[in-house]
């Protein structure tokens, strides 16, 4: 049996790793655009100089050798032949019984902007967006950052840490709105601009200005004018689907799949950014599992399909945030905060829907369960700031640990 | 794999494991356990015991899972299940402190170092004693053993 995989990101490479473990002699090839395998999570610590290119890997230098993996590498793929089995690349195609498709997402790009291929717009989603960000911007004085995400505030801080000096522009009035509530997004935006970076929130772009091919300004509502000469977008991202156009495999906006990861076509599976399920590291790597054991012929299915969850650490202070982040009609919201210290719980009768944790996220794992499995806490007979696992505590003949609810 | 078991009815919540993983992973020159500073963030332990709302002691150990959600989670590479030994392990060199890891432990075990934010504290079975677990040498009422089990 062949296993071809495309992409070799969060999905590509836990699909690899699994299918080894559970077929030792099939064969797998991982097709990959990039020549590195690295971790878009850490693009930011390249750009700052924190981590070089290996320093980036998710991956040890050992893993295609020792898991008997062939790679392609820096081929960029064209096209599927489904009839006939076949990827097509760059000067030639590479047969598969089974495949996985893991090609990611792209950089979206403002409308009334270049493209991404104008000389001074970047996205940052794959080490060659960071590397030429971080070239660029040796000579860049004006530069602007589009979208104050965590894609926004990646680049800011990096940029921050070369010495830098963006500004990010939102229309949301606070940075990282999906993450945080405005409490905690503040907490870090004062830490943002003494490293140098500045803000306009609340505000529309109107026009993105260009002369001769590069951007020189970017417009504002209300008609202020700021002087750029680099542009990051971080307005968000779409599933990398630009090679299946005309292909049989069914898209709706990413790959379409089932619950066991399968797209219309027999023997073709999809994981990770490209499905449009969720953009959390985790999810793809459990969709990557979950697509490889059903190509190995042990059905699974892509049950933790729970997103709204995300970590960030920036200047050193870690946060979480689970559910809602503000609460809706019904909710109620309790909060408890020192001056380095802030814990949000949004609750819902007995149940927790939302979770904001900064400054100190110690021993915080179980918040995730009790959000996402919906459990009722009201039985636990204590304030909500004290639950823990010892609330619903259990242990299996094996010594692992089980939710008692 | 071999794996520390818990048996909650018996702790009687004197923390001696904690001290005793304190003492293990002390960052400072290891003297007694008398020198021990207990106040000092680099000395904190990597087990915890709880109290649930009838006060009863609930001891908090990382299981080193069969299926670790704080190795599906880390995207640096840095927590791995070692498929010899079945220790989930961590390497600080490697973390980029994003602490996915925190969030996805099913049950609150991990935590970012106290004293600089940036790697996880978690139990490492003392592997450089080749022993058990200091912990388990120094439980007095048979709350915590280490059993080999399937995986």
């Not at chain 1, 918040?367 to 919906?374: A, G, H, M, P, Y």
């Amino acid at each position: 049996m062949k296993h071809v995989i495309i992409g070799a990101g969060a999905a590509g490479i836990a699909a690899a790793e699994t299918i080894r473990r559970l077929r030792s002699n099939d064969e797998i090839v991982i097709i990959s655009a990039d020549d590195a395998v690295h971790s878009r999570c850490m693009l930011h610590n390249f750009i700052s100089g924190e981590r070089d290119e290996k320093g980036i890997s998710h991956i040890s230098d050992e893993f295609f050798v020792k898991n008997n993996i062939r790679w392609v590498s820096g081929k960029a793929v064209e096209g599927i032949d489904t009839a006939n089995k076949l990827v097509r690349i760059t000067g030639g195609a590479e047969p598969y019984d089974k495949l996985l498709i893991a090609t990611g997402a792209e950089s979206i790009c403002l409308p009334h902007a270049q493209s991404l291929n104008a000389e001074n717009i970047f996205g940052l989603r794959h080490l060659r967006d960071a590397k030429a960000i971080r070239e660029y911007a040796k000579q860049a004085k004006n530069i602007i950052i589009i979208g104050a995400g965590l894609v926004g505030m990646d680049a800011a801080y990096a940029l921050s840490q070369i010495g830098k000096k963006p500004v990010i522009i939102d229309r949301a009035e606070q940075i990282l709105a999906l993450n945080l509530d405005p409490y905690a997004a503040n907490m870090y935006m004062q830490k943002f601009e003494k490293a140098g970076c500045s803000f306009v929130l609340g505000r529309e772009i109107n026009q993105v200005n260009e002369n001769a091919g590069k951007v020189d300004s970017i417009t504002l509502n209300f008609g202020q004018k700021l002087p750029c000469d680099m542009l990051v977008m971080a307005i968000g991202s779409s599933p990398s689907i630009g090679f299946l156009a005309g292909s049989d495999i069914a898209c709706n906006g990413g790959i379409t799949v089932d619950k066991y990861l399968a797209t219309n076509i027999n023997d073709i599976y999809a994981a990770g950014d490209v499905t449009g399920l969720s953009g959390i590291w985790p999810n793809a790597v459990k969709q990557g599992e979950t697509a490889a054991s059903n190509m190995c012929g042990q059905p699974a299915t892509y049950d933790d399909t729970f997103a709204e969850k995300n970590t960030m650490n920036y200047f050193g202070i870690p946060s979480i945030s689970l559910g809602k982040v503000m609460p809706g009609s019904g909710d109620t919201v309790q909060v408890r905060k020192d001056k380095d210290k802030y814990q949000k719980i949004i609750l819902n009768g007995g149940q927790v829907v939302g979770v904001v944790l900064q400054g100190n996220i110690a021993h915080s794992g179980f918040w995730l369960q009790l959000v996402k499995n919906e459990i009722d806490i009201s039985k636990a007979n204590k304030s909500v700031f004290n639950l823990s696992f010892a609330d619903f505590y259990g242990v299996k003949e094996d010594g692992e640990y089980m939710w008692v609810l | 794999m071999k794996r520390i078991m818990v048996d909650a009815q018996n702790c009687k919540g004197c923390k001696n494991c904690s001290i005793a993983c304190m003492q293990s992973h002390r960052k400072d020159n290891p003297g007694g356990f008398h020198s021990l500073d207990l106040a000092d963030p680099a000395n904190e332990s990597r087990n915890l015991i709880l109290l649930n709302g009838n006060d009863e002691y609930k001891p908090l150990f990382c299981r080193h899972c069969a299926q670790p959600e704080c190795v599906k989670a880390c995207m640096s590479g840095a927590m791995e299940k070692d498929s010899k030994t079945g220790y989930v392990r961590h390497n600080a060199a490697k973390c980029a402190s994003c602490f996915m890891c925190v969030m996805s432990c099913p049950y609150g075990v991990i935590k970012p170092d106290r004293a600089t934010n940036s790697y996880i504290v978690k139990c490492d079975f003392c592997q450089q004693d080749g022993d058990d677990p200091c912990c388990v040498k120094a439980c007095r009422s048979g709350a915590i053993y280490v059993k080999e089990v399937q995986q």
